[in-house]
């Protein structure tokens, strides 16, 4: 069974640009979460879909970030505009139940 | 107060040693807990979930004492491929999102 996996790997943008993250889930996993860890701080929730759902954004930092899953598969996360304190790992997990996560290697993104 | 803390460690332990971490939680009403193990710029893994029976895996056991608010790992017979930081991970009442500590950090040493 193939992993969650993220795209892309790696980015690196200025202040004021607009990048958008992908991540595709473990196939049949309704669940799928976006969590970040920015430099020297804990893993934190950002957001949980169900299906095309959004059924918990209180993780959301402001409105900068825009998580969308159309039809239910992969999920896109745009960051406009990018900000110095966005920089980070962005990780997606998904899930077939909510309580077992599984996480993708995530997305390091720097923003200069 | 964090809601997941642990100690940073590191942890230097010889091969063969064994283990113990701790962490302790701030929300009574957190219901469920894992460990995760996530190697250097990597994802984090699921080690194992956490139940207030204890349960074991292998090498591996984890117990949780809620009136504590307090769980721990263990880990038996270390090998060099046990290296890694260990996350403590709870969640919220009624919501699946998860909680992480920052992490103890262990390395086994030959």
């Known amino acids: 069974e193939a992993g969650v996996t993220q795209f892309p790997s790696h980015s690196v943008i200025e202040k004021g640009q607009t990048v958008t993250l992908r991540c595709d889930p473990i196939?049949?996993?309704?669940?799928l979460y976006w969590y970040r860890r920015v430099m020297g701080k804990e893993i934190k929730f950002l957001l949980h879909?169900?299906?095309?759902?959004?059924?918990?954004e209180s993780g959301m930092p402001n409105n900068r970030f825009l998580a969308e899953r159309t039809g239910g598969t992969y999920s896109t996360l745009k960051v406009q505009p990018a900000e110095l304190e966005d920089s980070g790992v962005y990780f997606c997990?998904?899930?077939?139940?909510?309580?077992?996560?599984?996480f993708g290697p995530g997305t390091r993104l720097t923003v200069t | 107060r964090k809601e997941v803390e642990q100690d940073p460690g590191p942890f230097n332990v010889p091969e063969g040693a064994t283990v113990a971490f701790n962490c302790t939680y701030s929300?009574?009403?957190?219901?469920?807990f894992f460990w995760y193990r996530q190697d250097c710029r990597k994802e984090p893994k699921l080690l194992m979930s956490?139940?207030?029976s204890g349960n074991e895996d292998g090498r591996f056991t984890a117990q949780l004492n809620r009136a504590s608010q307090y769980i721990s790992l263990l880990i038996r017979d270390s090998k060099l491929s046990d290296s890694a930081t260990y996350l403590c991970v709870g969640t919220g009442a009624g919501s699946y999102q998860l909680t992480f500590g920052k992490g103890t950090k262990l390395s086994v040493i030959p």
């Open positions: 956490v139940y207030s």
């Open positions: 879909f169900v299906k095309e759902s959004k059924q918990d």
């Open positions: 997990a998904s899930s077939r139940t909510g309580w077992e996560q599984y």
């Open positions: 929300n009574s009403a957190s219901q469920s």
């Open positions: 196939s049949g996993h309704d669940n």
